[in-house]
């Protein structure tokens, strides 16, 4: 996982992450691996850090960032 030790969310702000990490992961075929788990938080993070307090899109960019990285 990167590195956001430096980063600061108000509580409502760490409830909509939440929020949008469980739909995610939700969507995800079984089994769910936790490096899939592990990327769609750290897009969320990223995300909501640069801004973003929908649900429904830090949901959306995490997922299509998911879909887009490199497999290995």
Known sequence: ???FAN???SPEVIELMTTALEAAVATLPEPV???HVNALAESILRTAGAGERDVTNLQRIALLELQ???RN
Request: glycine letters at 0%; aromatic letters at 8%; zero cysteines.
């Open 1 to 3: 996982m990167k590195n």
């Open 7 to 9: 980063a600061e969310f």
């Open 33 to 35: 691996h936790s490096a």
């Open 68 to 70: 887009l990285a490199p």
